[in-house]
Each structure stands twice: as structure tokens, then as C-alpha cells.
């Protein structure tokens, strides 16, 4: 089955603690994206990469970190920068070859608490 | 900049009623248009889209939108929900040609009751 997976499901961690979260997704999709979601917010963009070993910060990226190493993989690391992690965080892949018009596809989301 | 507003933070209808959730979007220049549902615990899902052409969209569920150029406004329409239809509804844009950042409302949580 084609689609996007994230893990963990759900994620604890302590202040002060780096941690990350992968996504993977066998789309064979060039882009790819990370959301933090928080109630009645919506969903802002933390970073993005349309291509491999490239990536561009969103609107809020101070306390994160990415990679894009391989096309299936987009890994976020949460620092202790963060200073109010908790959310929920959000992956997606698009083709990448219509700007603007492409559909997203979301992975089922991680759930981070800090403790 | 752009950004988008969804006035209704909750809907709350009766099953088999009409709904229609309201989306107003502001943008110096032209754009797409996309609405996402989201289920509990889960990720956003494409409801439905506009790129151009005809400006009444629909979806397989029976979803439809219609871009108002004029108003702005790219409001999501049933006109008979199911107790599965009860969501999160997030309306969002994109730049036309510019950028593949997709900038999201706040969501609307649509409550069918029995």
C-alpha cells in the first residue's frame, strides 16, 4: 500500500531533551513537509524540502531541525530550543511538480508531550 | 501575505440538514484553493479542490465549493450530512505558480447529531 507513515504514534519527552520524529512515505514524491497543529490554530509549517538534501524553513522553525537524506525519508528533530513542544505534528508529501496546485498527502500525525 | 479565515469554530447540525462552512481567504494574488477534513487522531485528508476552470467544485461524498472571486470566499456545502461526516473541515490556499507552501485556516469542527 502506498502512502505515508509516521512513528512514533505517541511521544513523551522530558524538558530539556532533543527528540524525532520520522516520517517515511513510498510515494516516490519529491516534496515533502512538517506541520505542528495545535488547537484552534490550524496547522503552521514548520519546513519543507522539494528535493533531496534540500530543505527551506516555514513559519515556525525556530527549535526544529530536519534532513532530507533520502527521497522516502523526512525526519524532524524537536530540540530543547523548543520551548512549547507539545502538539500535534503533522507530515506530508506532494509530488512537487505543480507549484502551488499540488495535492498533499498526510501521514497519520505524532503526538508529542512534554513532561 | 496571505491568509485565510474560517469564522466558525464549530457547527453543530442535525442529521440529514444542510450545512455550509464558511471560508474567506485574502491574497494580493491569484490563487488555489483546497479544502482537507481531518478525523479524529488522524491526519488531513483532500477534500476537494480549485485550480480553475468551473468555479463549483465537488466531492465523492457529496462535498461541494464554490470559488467567489468577488467575496473572496471558498464556502463548503452539503446539503444532506451523515453522523460519518462529523470532522474538522480546514480550508487552505496556495499562491498560483509561486510557492508550494499551503497556508491553513483554523478549522471548523462540523458535529452531526442524530
Known amino acids: 500500500d502506498g502512502g505515508i507513515t509516521q512513528s512514533p504514534k505517541y511521544l513523551f519527552r522530558k524538558e530539556g531533551q532533543n527528540v524525532t520524529l520520522s516520517c517515511e512515505q513510498n510515494l516516490n514524491h519529491d516534496a515533502m513537509y512538517w506541520y505542528r497543529q495545535d488547537p484552534g490554530q490550524g496547522l503552521r509549517l514548520i519546513y519543507y524540502s522539494q528535493i533531496v538534501n534540500d530543505f527551506q524553513k516555514g513559519d515556525i522553525a525556530e527549535g526544529y531541525s530536519v534532513s532530507r537524506e533520502k527521497k522516502e525519508s523526512f525526519p524532524l528533530t524537536v530540540t530543547s530550543a523548543q520551548k512549547n513542544p507539545t502538539a500535534f505534528y503533522l507530515c506530508a508529501s506532494s509530488l512537487g511538480t505543480s507549484r502551488g496546485a499540488d495535492t498533499q498527502y498526510f501521514g497519520p500525525g505524532t503526538r508529542l508531550t512534554v513532561l | 501575505a496571505q491568509s485565510v479565515t474560517q469564522l466558525d469554530s464549530q457547527v453543530p447540525v442535525f442529521e440529514e440538514a444542510p450545512v455550509e462552512l464558511r471560508c474567506n481567504y485574502s491574497?494580493?494574488?491569484?490563487?488555489?484553493l483546497f479544502w482537507y477534513v481531518q478525523y479524529p487522531n488522524q491526519g488531513l485528508q483532500l477534500l476537494l479542490k480549485?485550480?480553475?476552470?468551473?468555479?463549483l467544485v465537488e466531492s465523492i461524498n457529496g462535498f461541494e465549493a464554490e470559488f467567489n472571486k468577488s467575496q473572496t470566499s471558498f464556502h463548503l456545502r452539503k446539503p444532506s450530512v451523515h453522523i460519518s461526516d462529523t470532522a474538522e473541515y480546514f480550508c487552505?490556499?496556495?499562491?498560483?505558480?509561486?510557492?508550494?507552501?499551503?497556508?491553513f485556516g483554523s478549522g471548523t469542527r462540523l458535529l452531526v447529531r442524530p
Open positions: 487552505a490556499v496556495s499562491e498560483v505558480d509561486s510557492s508550494y507552501k499551503l497556508i
Open positions: 480549485y485550480l480553475s476552470g468551473s468555479t
Open positions: 491574497s494580493s494574488v491569484s490563487v488555489y
